[in-house]
């Protein structure tokens, strides 16, 4: 297993297409900085003295990675967007590359055990995930500290090393499936595109698909319209919540932003009525993301067990 193991990551971490995906998301992490740079100067610019100062306490050095320049995105956003892209990289042709090229049916003749092989290949890329995302986090929160003299707090770098963990969860989820396409599809292009088509649905297009269901439903037109926009708002929600996308965004702005006490508007509403402003400690931010935790791993274990139970049954053959 071990041997394995470092034989898979090292394919991974030498590979020109690891090598690309780092380049890509570093670039992209510094044009996303910059502008959150931009915009927060801008901001504190057109404020007085006293409140410029009592915003360099809001944590502000976590604004850097959420903050959207003026004609660039967040580096959070361009995370959640892009990551799945590095899972089905890394793992749409994880196993049916290597039965192409005849070198599976040589592994299995080794004195191995057979899901030996799927157990290593998911763990490398894994850890090939990890090692990425916690690279540009670091690079990130250097640069930050360089280009702006912030210097985070304790809770404010728990916080950052915490979104950098749930981002490669996030980035395992999509490599779990695609890891599953490689074994069920026979070429690594009919697994990339199945994978890349559910990717595009859940992320630009089911906002728009909960929105057709909600409004069905629960139409927003005629004599009950006012009564159904409640419930057109919570199913609407919940349609949204099977995206990995939303889950991960809705993770995002809680445990990056203290001030965000909830995602459900009505919830927002109800503890504002009489409640003082304050910010949520760490504790109480991750109290409010343990459902989308739990969903996320519990989406990447099903991917995960699909690939394994579909190669443990897969003939593999000369």
């Known amino acids: 297993m071990k041997i394995l193991y470092e034989k898979e990551l090292s394919d991974h971490l030498n590979s020109i297409r690891f090598r690309i995906l780092f380049l890509l998301l570093a670039v992209i992490m510094f044009i996303a900085l910059y502008g959150a740079i931009g915009s927060i100067s801008s901001a504190a610019q057109s404020t007085d003295a006293k409140t410029a100062a009592a915003a360099t306490s809001e944590f502000i050095f976590l604004k850097l990675f959420t903050t959207s320049g003026s004609n660039i995105y967040s580096f959070s956003t361009f995370i959640a967007f892009l990551g799945p892209l590095v899972g089905i990289m890394l793992g749409f042709d994880a196993i049916n590359e290597e039965m192409a090229q005849g070198t599976l049916n040589r592994l299995a003749a080794q004195p191995i055990y057979r899901d030996t092989i799927i157990n290593a290949k998911f763990l490398a890329g894994a850890t090939a995930v990890a090692i990425m995302i916690f690279s540009i986090g670091g690079i990130a929160a250097g640069f930050s500290m360089v280009a702006t003299g912030l210097i985070p707090t304790g809770e404010q770098i728990a916080r950052l090393v915490i979104y950098l963990l749930l981002a490669t969860v996030y980035i395992c989820l999509w490599l779990a499936w695609a890891e599953f396409f490689s074994v069920v599809c026979r070429h690594a292009a009919t697994a990339a595109l199945a994978c890349v ?21 629960y139409p927003l037109t005629g004599a009950n319209a006012q ?27 809680i445990l990056m932003n203290p001030n965000v006490h ?26 409010q993301i343990v459902p989308h935790i739990i969903t996320m791993i519990a989406v990447a274990v099903v991917g995960f067990a699909a690939a394994y139970i579909s190669f443990m049954r897969k003939e593999i053959r000369a």
């Open 227 to 253: 009564m159904n926009m409640l419930n057109n708002y919570q199913t609407q929600m919940a349609w949204n919540r099977v995206s990995p996308y939303y889950l991960f965004s809705e993770i995002t702005s």
């Open 197 to 217: 088509a559910i990717w595009l649905v859940l992320t630009l297009f089911q906002s728009l698909i909960a929105s057709g269901i909600a409004s069905l439903v």
């Open 262 to 287: 909830s995602t459900n508007v009505i919830s927002i509403m109800e503890s504002q009525e009489g409640a003082v402003a304050s910010y949520l400690t760490l504790g109480q931010s991750m109290l």
